[in-house]
């Protein structure tokens, strides 16, 4: 129970760092949006793009970067052999995700049954760990 705690603080702590990554002086800061007037007629402004529109079936898109660093820090602490393919790791969170926004019945088990496998089960408590990883980094609740 004592790694499941210290693995939730320590995602909080992942999630709260990423959002300091930059400051206001920094020379990459994001351009602004098109306005309505400044977007020609028919081009979707970038809130309306395929890209920045929250899929319906709620899985997200995929990490990069720092986003996906921390996303995999964190599974690595609740369930190391889980992100021992990083790619495969990537894919069941994003795929979590959309059970977490869905309302499944169990996702505590879901994550569990879906991180885990026949050579390395997780429990329950450890599939709670990695909804908590999640909602800390890549499936925020809305």
Known sequence: MKR???AIAITAAL???LTACGDSSDDKA??????AASTPAGQAT??????AVKPSNGIPPRPTGAARDAYL?????????????PDKAIDAGRNQCSALNGGA????HAA??????DVHPLTDAQGKAINAALRATMCPAS
């Open 73 to 85: 820090a964190a599974i690595k602490i609740v369930a190391p052999n889980a992100a021992a393919d």
């Open 4 to 6: 499941t705690t210290a």
């Open 30 to 35: 994001a351009p602004t949006a098109p306005t």
């Open 15 to 17: 999630a709260a760092s």
């Open 112 to 117: 569990a049954q879906r991180f885990g496998n």
């Open 46 to 51: 970038p809130s309306t793009s395929a890209s």
């Open 105 to 108: 019945q169990n996702p505590d």
